[in-house]
C-alpha cells in the first residue's frame, strides 16, 4: 500500500486484535491506500467494528465512512458501556462455541438464541439481520461480515467471565428461571399431576414445586444442581445493581 501516510492510535481494551506496534502510548504511522473508508483501515488493522466506539480525527469525531487524509491524526475508542442497541428489544444469538453461556444468559431470562449444531457463518449474520439479534462471538472474521445486524466479541473463553462481560456491557434486563435453558422457551408454573408422565418415581415422591418450558415442555424442579445455579443467579444480580 502506497498511500496518505496517518498516525493511529487504539483505546487499551482494543490492543487485543492489533500488532504490537500498535499498541503504544504514541500514534503508530499507518500508509493508507488513500480511497479506504476509516472503518475498512480499522478492521485491515485487526479490530472488528463491534468492538469500535468513537473514532476522532485531529480532535473531531467522524463516521467510520471518512476517508483518511494525510497528516491526519487518529484515535479509535473502544464502545461505551453499557452499549446501547436501537432500534429492537435487546436479544442475542451465540455461535456454537457459546454453549455454555446461551445457557446461563437464559437462566437469567435473557432472550439467547443457540444451537449446537454449527449453521455457517452465513446463516448466523443472516439470522441476525433477520430476528435483529446481536451476535456473540470469539471468532473475528464472523464479526466482520457485513449482513450482521450488531454483534459483539466474547472477551474469554471462560464462561463466567463471558457472563460478565456480556451482561456488564450490555445491562439486559434479567428475570431469572423465566426461560428454558434448553431452548430458550419461556417457562410457565405447572401442576405436579400435570407434568407427573414426565417425571421419574423418586421426583415424584420428592418435589412439588415444578415449572414447563411452553417451547418444548421440559420440566424444571429445584433439585440437586440448584444449590450451583442459584449461586450465578445471585452473583448476576448482586453485580446488575452495583
Known sequence: MNGPEIHVSFAPELHLFVASEHTTTAPALVVTDGASTLGHVVESLGVPLTEVGRLVVDGAEVPVSHVPGAGETIAVHAVERPQRIPGAPLRFLLDVHLGTLARRLRLLGVDAAYTNEDPGDAALAALSAKERRVLLSRDRGLLRRREIWAGAFVYSDRPEDQLRDVLG?????????????????RLADADKNSVREHLEHGTQRTYDVFAQCTACDRVYWRGAHHARLEAIVEEALRDSAT
Open 169 to 185: 456491557r450490555f445491562a439486559p434486563a434479567l428475570a431469572p428461571w423465566t426461560r428454558c435453558t434448553a431452548c430458550n422457551g
